[in-house]
Nanobody
């Protein structure tokens, strides 16, 4: 059974930083990519950042490029998202996801495994 457990969310002022973590477990966890998505109230879930698990190549949504950094520690089986220069519009529940996907997928439906989410709130 695959489990993804996020942590690190919280309340921060605009311009501040947070670091999210996603610990993965499960002997049968097949993935070539892991990613972060977010969902704000009343909005659809949107792609934030992804990384190829083997090579560690990152890719980002335009809205976070230059401010967020995705990384992974293969030995710890953990995914990270360093978020700097946070804005109120970054407020959302952040989810980590993983799976065997096509290329650098930004589509939520392609990811088989999801965490429970962690709330990030940025005050102005």
């Amino acid at each position: 059974q695959v489990q993804l457990v996020e942590s690190g969310g919280g309340l921060v002022q605009a311009g501040g930083s947070l670091r999210l973590s996603c610990a993965a477990s499960g002997r049968t966890f097949s993935r070539n990519v892991m990613a972060w998505f977010r969902q704000a109230p009343g909005k659809e879930r949107e792609f934030v950042a992804g990384i190829t698990w083997s090579e560690g190549n990152p890719y980002y949504a335009d809205s976070v490029k230059g401010r967020f950094t995705i990384s992974r520690d293969k030995a710890k089986n953990t995914l990270y998202l360093q978020m700097n220069s946070l804005k109120p519009e970054d407020t959302a529940v952040y989810y980590c996801a993983g799976g065997v996907v096509r290329g650098r997928s930004v589509f939520a439906y392609e990811y088989d495994y999801w965490g429970q989410g962690t709330q990030v709130t940025v005050s102005s």
